[in-house]
């Protein structure tokens, strides 16, 4: 199964939100502007497929899909360089 209320310090609030945020798109509307902000340097696969699902901009799932599944080898090195140039 897919354990998705797991973050650390379970918060009901959390969960209640985020069960709306799904049943939002589930039913067709707009997801929040909100929802498309992003740490700066966040490369995170979870940021970007969470990103995909429930407010899909131009870059198709699957694009978004394989770009993160280089490993985390290389995206660990694009991090390192970004936050060195910042």
Do not use: W, Y
């Amino acid at each position: 199964g897919v354990d998705l209320l797991s973050p650390p310090g379970f918060s009901p609030v959390l969960a209640h939100g985020f069960a709306e945020l799904i049943k939002n798109h589930l039913m067709g509307r707009r997801a929040s502007s909100q929802l498309l902000h992003r740490c700066k340097f966040c490369f995170s696969s979870r940021c970007l497929l969470r990103e995909a699902m429930l407010a899909p901009k131009e870059i198709p799932f699957n694009e978004i899909f394989l770009k993160n599944t280089l490993g985390n080898g290389e995206l660990i090195q694009q991090q390192k360089r970004l936050q060195i140039s910042a």
